[in-house]
């Protein structure tokens, strides 16, 4: 349906920045409801933002809220996740999954396609 492939992760020190991107492959992204996920060892998966086939509506997970920004350009077919300011607890794989539809609630069961996750690391 939707092929999805993250990158811009790796080792950061604590208070650093990275740019996370979602590029979806075969299709032309502007439609589906985008969202970021992040899983760590041994907790549920939980959504960190997710945006509107529109870019109208965002949402932000209380942890992140001031930090992360979630932006998606439909012509590049690319959903990017800027994240500043980053803490050890935002150490995770992260994931970026598409909904069959333009709104969303960001939660994992309404999401369809998901993409294989990059690590984000934050350590000293």
């Known amino acids: 349906q939707l092929q999805l492939v993250e990158s811009g992760g790796g080792l950061v020190q604590p208070g650093g920045s990275l740019r996370l991107s979602c590029a979806a492959s075969g299709f032309t992204l502007d439609y589906n409801a985008i969202g970021w996920f992040r899983q760590a060892p041994g907790k549920e998966r939980e959504g960190v933002s997710c945006?509107?086939?529109?870019?109208?509506?965002?949402y932000y997970a209380d942890s992140v809220k001031g930090r992360f920004t979630i932006s998606r350009d439909n012509a590049k077919n690319t959903v990017y996740l800027q994240m500043h300011s980053l803490k050890p607890e935002d150490t995770s794989v992260y994931y970026c999954?598409?909904?069959?539809?333009?709104?969303?609630?960001?939660?994992?069961?309404?999401?369809?396609?998901w993409g294989q996750g990059t690590q984000v690391t934050v350590s000293s």
């Open positions: 945006i509107s086939g529109s870019g109208g509506s965002t």
């Open positions: 999954a598409a909904s069959d539809y333009s709104d969303y609630v960001c939660s994992p069961p309404y999401f369809a396609s």
